[in-house]
């Protein structure tokens, strides 16, 4: 736990579950600013410290709370904010557990008391919607509107931050597509609202000034087609109107939403995930009127929300470069499984290609032969894969490390660390089965000189490899939590990757 040393005992107290996320961080700066002793409570005590080294952070799993951990927690506490939440089962994340079961143990842990608990849902949540993530959020909202009185649930539309992240990262890459824009969903509506406007509302509602038992959708009141956002965001980017349309068949989008959920379940937080491509198609819009008649401002619209965040240099990079690793991690899986199953077909003429039907003494029988070339033909893929891997996530890091952009290194870094368990840990694992399998096919020892040589590298270098994994993944967290709240990357990030 970080502590801030100011004095706050004559300030009131105000609690952000979640405090680090991109809604998270900007409510605790916000809640600070208005005179609130504010605390941050998270998972992650990277993304906490590079979020306020000077606050106060508790360093919890919100899920595994008990009633009496939560007890402990509110003592004190004058507000709770939940800006905690996730986009769609995966790997790290369990939408039944941070949506419903850890609100269920804090409202049995408020119970009795009079804080005034703020609850960020999203516009769309209702129990029959499309997608896992509303449902939950509004079981959550109605757990919260039945068994407690203080609160205030907020439910904004599509946020817009001078930081992107996730679905608005993957909305700035379309939009800075080079001379084309892709057009999908044009009879789709969206909504947006400024992040500053959220906040705003989150410090009313703190100090309550709008009345306990309000929920409300937070939005502009104008609406747009999803190809009219898009158009909106490359002006805001700095770039003429694209000179084609490229109308996309909806239907593709279902199987690139599973390649992206399988992602997510190996831990890679990818941006078309199916939560997000059917929001899209489904619409993000809300209704402003039980904001305003709470006595809530208007909030701006998406001109003037981007007329207050102008693009800068490194978001016309980051939106241009943000396609381009996964693309050539795309390419690169699929040069490989062809090249397999073209082999497959003619394995007797791709051997030739590598082998130049040169064989071992002793490999005279068809049945050796085949076993022999094809395990010699894994073992120079392998070779080739963790060479190519290896070049190519140095040349992607090395890129994007000189942009000192935290969210481009962030996106960059959590692929490379993806591909390196992927394609390089699944080749360095083979390479050794195959090279003994080979040893034992042509009769060579393990005794050979030249065969220990290769041993004796093979370890070398795998001691130089797995310090740069860990390596790799504590770049990706630094860059992470230092996207996420806004703040250049730290000198530990710099320390790591010299």
């Not at 082999?343 to 791709?350: F, K, P, S, T, V």
């Not at 490390?401 to 660390?417: E, F, K, T, Y």
């Not at 370890?459 to 230092?482: E, K, M, N, S, T």
Request: aromatic share 8%; with cysteine; glycine share 8%.
């Amino acid at each position: 736990m970080t502590t801030d040393h100011k004095d706050t005992s004559s300030r009131p107290k105000a609690l952000v579950l979640g405090g680090y996320g991109l809604i998270g961080a900007a409510t605790m700066r916000a809640l600070s600013q208005a005179g609130f002793h504010t605390i941050g409570l998270g998972r992650s005590r990277t993304a906490a410290l590079v979020s306020d080294a000077q606050a106060e952070w508790i360093i919890r799993d919100i899920p595994a709370l008990s009633v009496s951990d939560w007890k402990t927690i509110l003592a004190g506490v004058d507000v709770v904010v939940n800006a905690a939440g996730a986009l769609q089962d995966g790997g790290r994340d369990d939408l039944k557990a941070i949506h419903v079961t850890a609100i269920t143990t804090l409202l049995a842990a408020l119970e009795g008391a009079d804080i005034r608990l703020i609850q960020i849902s999203a516009a769309g949540a209702h129990p029959e919607a499309s997608t896992r993530f509303f449902r939950t959020k509004a079981r959550g909202d109605a757990l919260i509107a039945a068994r407690y009185h203080n609160w205030v649930i907020l439910r904004p539309t599509l946020v817009l931050a001078p930081e992107a992240y996730g679905g608005t990262a993957l909305l700035r890459a379309a939009a800075a597509l080079p001379g084309v824009t892709p057009r999908l969903f044009p009879e789709t509506q969206i909504q947006t609202v400024h992040i500053d406007d959220l906040t705003q509302a989150i410090c009313m509602a703190a100090r309550s000034e709008v009345p306990a038992g309000t929920l409300a959708d937070l939005t502009e009141e104008e609406s747009r087609s999803f190809p009219e956002l898009l158009q909106a965001m490359r002006s805001w980017l700095g770039y003429p109107p694209a000179r084609w349309s490229l109308p996309l068949d909806q239907r593709i989008l279902k199987p690139i939403g599973a390649v992206a959920d399988l992602l997510g379940h190996l831990g890679w937080r990818a941006p078309l995930r199916s939560t997000t491509l059917t929001a899209l198609q489904d619409g993000i819009a809300g209704d402003p009127q039980n904001w305003t008649a709470a006595g809530g401002s208007p909030c701006r619209s998406l001109t003037a929300t981007l007329r207050s965040i102008p693009a800068t240099r490194q978001d016309r990079i980051f939106a241009r470069a943000y396609l381009a690793l996964p693309l050539a991690i795309a390419v690169l899986a699929l040069f490989w499984t062809l090249s397999g199953l073209i082999a497959l077909a003619d394995l007797a003429g791709a051997m030739a290609v590598l082998t130049d039907r040169a064989l071992p003494h002793g490999l005279a029988a068809d049945g050796g032969k085949m076993t022999y070339d094809l395990l010699l033909f894994l073992h120079v893929i392998g070779a080739t894969v963790l060479l190519g891997t290896g070049a190519g996530i140095a040349f992607f890091m090395l890129i994007s490390n000189r942009s000192r952009d935290p969210a481009l290194i962030a996106h960059v870094s959590g692929i490379v660390v993806l591909a390196d368990g992927i394609f390089t840990a699944t080749a360095a694992i083979l390479q050794p089965i195959t090279g003994y399998l080979l040893t034992q096919q042509a009769g060579w020892p393990l005794t050979e000189g030249w065969v220990v040589l290769s041993l004796g590298l093979y370890v070398l270098v795998g001691c130089f490899w797995l310090p740069v994994v860990w390596i790799q993944i504590r770049l990706r967290d630094l860059a992470r939590a230092a996207y996420v709240v806004g703040r250049p990357l730290p000198a530990r990030y710099h320390q790591l990757f010299r």
